[in-house]
């Protein structure tokens, strides 16, 4: 079994989508092993999207993501981290194909509803940002 990380962003949140989009996880067959509500600071933010701190987005991206709170989530299931990625869809939710999170829930590409993993050093890297192993007892 591999496991992914997931944020329902703040927009998803705010919206009050964040029981929609966690009925469609079980409903498409993750395991949900660790799940929390938490409101980052910029510094937190910034710190998760570490590898992005060149981009030209890296200031609103952050500013986004420290503006509400997130859940954030560990996901379970054969192949999870592509798994999450096709049902979030594509990152911009004007691509994303119908059916998919990101168009049903997606506003603009910073507030594109969810985050994933993109692959499974990032999702080792991003799991132990927020969970300790303890928390992620089955
Ligand atoms: P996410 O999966 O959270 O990972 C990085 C985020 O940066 C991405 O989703 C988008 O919300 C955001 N972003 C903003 N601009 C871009 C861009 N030009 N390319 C990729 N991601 C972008």
Do not use: Q
């Amino acid at each position: 079994m591999e496991r992914t990380f997931a944020i329902i962003k703040p927009n998803a949140f705010l919206a009050g989508n964040a029981g929609k989009i966690i009925a469609r996880i079980y409903a498409e067959g993750f395991k949900i092993v660790g799940m929390k509500k938490l409101y980052l600071s910029k510094r937190e933010a910034e710190g998760f999207y570490y590898v992005h701190k060149d981009r030209p987005f890296f200031g609103e991206l952050t500013d986004f993501m420290s503006s509400g709170p997130c859940i954030v989530m560990v996901l379970e299931a054969e192949g999870a981290i592509k798994k999450w990625r096709d049902l979030m869809g594509a990152t911009n939710p004007a691509n994303a194909a119908e059916g998919t999170l990101r168009r049903e829930f997606g506003d603009s590409l910073e507030a594109n509803a969810t985050h994933g993993s993109d692959a499974p050093e990032t999702a080792a890297f991003e799991i132990g940002y927020f969970f300790s192993g303890l928390e992620l007892l089955m």
